[in-house]
């Protein structure tokens, strides 16, 4: 009785429903095609299961024998045994063959499908081509052995360090903890939120999705809450006005650069040729009549590489009879429907983005200066109220769809994220307006006379965020960061609208195949209430360890 009083009601129904959950995914081969479905379990992959463990394990244990030896470690002498499951662990990982199919399911998945010539074209799932696989192994021959070594010589060196006759921070010891914290920590960074787990991609997809979103939404809330604190002077006031008229002076550089002028060139009865770098207001214009003489009608276009492809176009009588042409290019032959000038798209578009942000700046100092205030703080200020005001789909939409495209525009193709970064940052961006709120509240709520108390015994600014207010803030604000972590994992599965494949991008997947009515929509709904009680577990286990009050 204990037990069951221990936990919450909710909880409590859950723990209930529990047996006949179960019942539910073993008798019926719906609800298990279905399940196997969200969770994203390929065919075949139970073979990748072994060597995931085993380095799941090696790394974890490598990691857990830092944690045991700290000084308030409850149990200091779980460290060895965790030292002896490392060097088992790396053992297996040196001397076991289970481990190559999921090492060679990650370089598989790791690679463009399209492009490399590591995999084999048109074979689901993803399988290493001979070449690829015998260098595969040939990696594996020298790394596994040079983990085992890393670990022996981390450990030895740890545990020398720690001799009677050794201080407790010697420097045997630190070199020690180096080593395992940087080999098994990068390791188990690479395993769980890199790797590709092809026995459930699926959920590894949310969970990475909702860490990674979680992680850079509180940064950036920490971002937005320094801003805040920042003091505004006149030195501070002059060089924004500065750089406001600087920013403004680059624009106008821009946006009075010499006109190129342009013809419409031939007659409207086909199709008009449109030549590649052409101004897109120009485009526009042709297409919807927005000049002088224009028909009525939408008029259709045909892109061309150049005039010469445009004009070879007319003379072939290919459905083109007209072409907008650079005016040096066109023939004197064709009649001219249009004459005018345009700047060029990428002196346009640089000049009123830089005019932009001299807007933005401009109105930041101009805030300031008018309430005695930083313009950053203002500007953080702005940024959190405009964002808490925007639903999050719409966030997610436009990070994710205009504006990566127009970054990938701008920078040629070179910065083209793929879909899953860019529901990331839409994510973190829509989130860290609460994070930011919720972190000033807990700042807030540490007396001034600490502050104050830290000054007086000559601790700076950073200082004293560091060692009086960000701890006692954190330990006030551990609920409702839990309760973002809950929510932003449950929101993950807007991320589906980009065509990431998580947990719900699977199901809608699965139930247009299936033709399903419940079984889909019931499993993904159980499963996300699981993973959200895991969730508000862990939170849970954070609070008592910090022993939070109600206040």
Not at 103 to 127: H, M, Y
Not at 459 to 476: E, K
Not at 484 to 491: G, R, Y
């Amino acid at each position: 009785m204990s037990f069951l009083r221990s936990v919450r009601p909710s909880n409590l129904i859950i723990l209930t429903a529990l047996p006949f959950i179960i019942y539910l995914f073993v008798s019926s081969g719906d609800y298990q095609r279905s399940l196997r479905a969200i969770l994203g379990v390929e065919n075949g992959s139970s073979a990748f299961v072994p060597g995931f463990l085993a380095l799941a394990v090696a790394f974890s244990a490598g990691l857990c024998v830092l944690l045991f030896s700290r000084a308030k470690a409850s149990r200091p002498k779980w460290a060895v045994a965790a030292a002896v499951l490392n060097v088992a662990a790396a053992g297996v990982l040196l001397l076991g063959h289970n481990i190559h199919p999921f090492i060679a399911s990650v370089v598989a998945n790791g690679v463009d499908a399209f492009k490399s010539e590591l995999i084999v074209k048109g074979v689901t799932p993803r399988q290493l081509t001979e070449a690829a696989d015998l260098w595969v192994r040939g990696v594996e021959a020298w790394l596994f052995p040079a983990y085992l070594l890393l670990t022996l010589l981390g450990l030895g060196l740890f545990f020398a360090g720690a001799r009677a006759d050794e201080p407790v921070d010697s420097p045997l010891r630190r070199v020690g903890r180096w080593i395992l914290g940087v080999v098994n920590g990068a390791g188990l960074i690479f395993v769980f939120f890199f790797a590709h787990i092809a026995f459930a991609a699926g959920v590894a997809t949310t969970i990475r999705a909702a860490i990674a979103a979680y992680i850079l939404a509180a940064v950036l809330g920490l971002v937005w809450v320094g801003l805040l604190q920042l003091h505004s002077t006149v030195r501070t006031s002059l060089y924004f006005a500065v750089a406001t008229l600087v920013l403004a002076l680059v624009a106008g550089w821009f946006l009075l650069q010499p006109r190129d002028t342009y013809v419409l060139a031939g007659t409207l009865q086909g199709k008009v040729g449109i030549v590649t770098n052409t101004p897109a207001g120009l485009i526009s214009a042709v297409r919807f009549g927005q000049y002088e003489g224009a028909p009525q009608t939408e008029t259709p276009v045909r892109t061309f590489v150049g005039p010469t492809e445009a004009l070879a176009s007319i003379a072939k009588n290919e459905g083109v009879s007209a072409a907008l042409l650079p005016a040096a290019t066109a023939p004197a032959d064709l009649p001219v429907l249009w004459k005018t000038e345009a700047l060029n798209d990428r002196d346009r578009a640089t000049g009123i983005t830089i005019a932009v942000l001299a807007i933005i700046l401009g109105l930041l100092t101009f805030g300031g200066y008018l309430h005695q205030r930083h313009p950053l703080a203002i500007g953080s200020e702005f940024i959190v109220d405009t964002i808490r005001g925007i639903p999050m789909l719409v966030i997610v939409l436009y990070v994710g769809l205009p504006l990566s495209g127009a970054l990938k525009d701008a920078t040629q193709g070179v910065l083209d994220p793929p879909n899953l970064v860019r529901g990331i940052v839409a994510m973190a961006l829509a989130y860290s307006a609460y994070l930011a709120e919720i972190f000033r509240s807990g700042i807030n709520a540490i007396p001034v006379g600490q502050v104050e108390a830290a000054r007086s015994i000559g601790l700076n600014r950073w200082q004293t965020a560091r060692l009086v207010i960000l701890p006692q803030a954190f330990r006030i604000i551990i609920p409702p960061l839990g309760n973002e972590l809950i929510a932003i994992l449950k929101d993950t599965s807007l991320l589906s609208i980009l065509s990431i494949r998580d947990i719900t991008q699977r199901m809608r997947e699965f139930q247009s195949a299936s033709f399903l009515p419940f079984a889909p929509y019931n499993s993904a709904a159980i499963f996300y209430i699981f993973l959200t009680l895991a969730a508000a577990s862990l939170v849970n286990m954070v609070e008592r360890k910090y022993d939070i009050k109600h206040r």
